[in-house]
């Protein structure tokens, strides 16, 4: 409409003024409702001709976008265990730093779990040191046992010599019964030295897995009890948070409120520009955008990316094959914008709707020399027409507060 009026004015008025002063005609007598198409049709014929021109060339080289938002995250506040809510630590709408317990669940039973762990722990401590008793007692039995050993293989060998000197001194039976001894002292030895080797197995090996079997479930039982103080993973405000003490929540179900972040939204902003645009739109574009939660103020921006896919075609697998008729509307390439200058949000809350147009700079290309005569003509109409583009802009900040007081923003 505006570019419109902005043709008219160099077309249409011209026509009527030459109409109405050179011809002396007048309106409501030559120039009536009926006439005048007749009466107008040369400046009518070239104000429409000069309309769709400059909306081609705008629009085309200085693309426009009205959806412009400023998109922000929220973190959902859910537990990562079932439970019933103990303590609260804020309120319905607070500001909170990362790390700030949010609320408390029930901890009776992971308390129980950590204590057990630690009983297990403690228990196991002390099976260590009745181990190392059992160790020393087993190496006094194998002390014992060699020296009966030793005793009665000494007195084998004695009856033996006397024996072999005499053998009326010592029986035979005498000297089986000495070695069946032996052997006995030698088969206590064995056992004492089995037992010393259990006993060293169970304080080496047994007693110190169980140890860490218990302290791997303290350290479980503690990061479940952990789990129950619900903290901030990010500094931000919490919002939408009724929660209250006796409430059960499941992470399976509704969040118990939103989290959002500082810096959500306060970067960049997300334009959908039209799919014609998607052959000018690139990165370092220098644009301009207006914002209704600020009006009145452009605020100058930098093409930083454009995301090379469409969103309207995005296919989800389903048991349906998928019409490309069902695509409703087409979609738009999107484009993210942040500010020319630091601080160039300030003051415009996440989720602002804004409006945007991109600029196509063409003067390095022109100053090298490398383009035709019509092609630089061209090109200097193009980047002309960026002042118009800038213009438009700017009437547009003043449209958007009217437009909303008055329509309620439709």
């Given at each position: ?231 901030a993973g990010v500094s931000g405000q919490v919002e939408q948070f009724a929660l209250r003490v006796g409430d059960l929540v499941n ?154 007081l008055v329509f309620g923003g439709h």
């Amino acid at each position: 409409m505006l570019e419109l009026l902005l043709c008219s004015l160099l077309t249409v008025l011209p026509d009527y003024l030459y109409r109405r002063y050179g011809q002396g005609k007048r309106i409501g007598r030559e120039i009536t409702l009926f006439s005048v198409w007749f009466e107008l049709r040369w400046g009518i014929t070239a104000c429409l001709m000069l309309t769709v021109t400059l909306i081609t060339i705008i629009f085309y080289n200085h693309p426009s976008a009205t959806n412009v938002t400023a998109y922000f995250r929220t973190v959902p506040i859910v537990p990562e265990t079932i439970g019933r809510v103990a303590e609260i630590y804020v309120g319905m709408s607070d500001r909170i730093e990362k790390g700030q317990p949010i609320f408390r669940l029930d901890d009776a039973a992971q308390k129980a779990a950590a204590e057990t762990a630690r009983r297990r722990i403690a228990e196991t401590d002390a099976q260590m040191t009745v181990a190392r008793t059992d160790v020393a007692a087993a190496q006094g039995q194998i002390t014992q046992a060699e020296k009966a050993l030793q005793q009665a293989r000494d007195e084998l060998d004695t009856k033996t010599q006397l024996n072999t000197r005499n053998a009326d001194v010592v029986s035979r039976r005498e000297l089986e019964r000495l070695q069946v001894g032996v052997d006995g002292r030698e088969g206590a030895v064995a056992a004492a030295m089995a037992a010393k080797e259990g006993a060293l197995i169970r304080l080496e090996t047994l007693l110190p897995a169980q140890k860490a079997s218990a302290e791997a479930a303290l350290a479980q039982a503690e990061v479940e009890l952990a789990k129950t103080v619900i903290r901030a993973g990010v500094s931000g405000q919490v919002e939408q948070f009724a929660l209250r003490v006796g409430d059960l929540v499941n992470p399976l179900m509704r969040p118990a409120g939103v989290l959002i972040p500082d810096d959500a939204g306060r970067k960049r902003l997300v334009a959908g520009f039209g799919q014609i645009e998607a052959q000018v739109m690139k990165p370092g574009m220098i644009a301009e955008a207006t914002c209704l939660s600020k009006p009145l103020t452009i605020i100058p921006m930098v093409v930083t990316s454009v995301q090379d896919v469409i969103a309207a075609g995005q296919l989800r697998t389903s048991d349906q094959l998928v019409d490309a008729q069902q695509v409703g509307a087409p979609g738009t390439i999107t484009v993210f914008l942040e500010p020319l200058y630091e601080g160039g949000l300030d003051g415009i809350p996440p989720g602002s709707t804004c409006a945007a147009n991109a600029y196509s700079n063409n003067h390095d290309l022109i100053a090298s020399g490398e383009v035709g005569l019509l092609r630089g003509i061209y090109l200097h109409i193009v980047d002309t027409v960026a002042l118009v583009h800038a213009l438009l802009l700017r009437i547009q900040a003043l449209i958007l507060p009217v437009q909303t007081l008055v329509f309620g923003g439709h």
